[in-house]
């Protein structure tokens, strides 16, 4: 199982981008890369997901270099309401079947006014 | 589009009393389930997951069990809870882009 390596906290401000970095060296050939956000008290929600290159939705851009050797959240313009804990997690979503996920520490974003 | 239910939401228990915490799902059939728990400002850790009815593995040692006596009926119990037991208790759901949570139950034992 690959594992994930992210800064334990951050601080921004409203209306900036953030980005937070995730370094998995030892992804495997079926990993993805998923974010989950975590509000208190609440379960982990899905951002976004993503296996090469870009990926962007309605909340979130998710950038992959080839190596896959990292990928890197990108929050755009974020408001108070993103502050949360984010984690970055890999694992195998092609050969079916049970879907083991290890969640890190993740990490703490601070947006302040 | 899946629910996942828990109850209770909120939970404070004395040390050696038992633990019964239920997850049932919704909008989907023969799920792959799991249990996590998450301490105070700490990361989530798996428990249990189950891939069908009567199948349970553990991840790590612990005086906690699960049971899945239905397709989408997962259930968390203790017969003697400990301190350690505190914590956030979140029941998932496999879904094709990764696990969908529940709202959780708080344990407090004191």
């Known amino acids: 199982l690959a594992k994930t390596t992210q800064p334990i906290s951050m601080d921004s401000y409203e209306g900036q981008e953030v980005n937070i970095t995730c370094s998995h060296n030892n992804i495997a050939t079926n990993d993805y890369i998923t974010w989950y956000q975590q509000f208190p008290s609440q379960g982990p929600r899905f951002i976004i997901q993503?296996?090469?290159t870009k990926v962007t939705n309605e909340v979130a851009s998710l950038f992959i270099p080839a190596d896959r050797k990292s990928s890197t959240l990108s929050l755009p313009r974020v408001s108070l309401s993103d502050t949360a804990v984010y984690y970055c997690?890999?694992?195998?979503?092609?050969?079916?079947?049970?879907?083991?996920?290890?969640f890190g520490a993740g990490t703490r974003l601070a947006v302040h006014p | 589009s899946q629910t996942i239910h828990q109850w209770p939401a909120t939970l404070v228990q004395p040390v050696g009393s038992p633990l019964s915490l239920e997850c049932t799902v919704e909008?989907?059939?023969?799920?792959?389930l799991y249990w996590y728990r998450q301490a105070a400002g700490r990361g989530l850790q798996l428990l249990f997951y189950?891939?069908?009815?009567?199948?349970i593995s553990s991840e790590v040692p612990q005086n906690l069990s699960a049971s899945r006596p239905q397709d989408r009926q997962f259930i968390l119990s203790s017969k003697k809870l400990l301190l350690s037991d505190s914590g956030f208790y979140l029941c998932a759901c496999q879904r094709q882009t990764g696990q969908y949570f529940g709202p959780g139950t708080r344990l407090t034992v004191t």
């Open positions: 189950s891939v069908g009815i009567g199948q």
């Open positions: 997690l890999v694992g195998d979503l092609i050969s079916g079947g049970y879907n083991k996920l290890i």
């Open positions: 909008g989907t059939s023969n799920p792959n």
């Open positions: 993503g296996y090469k």
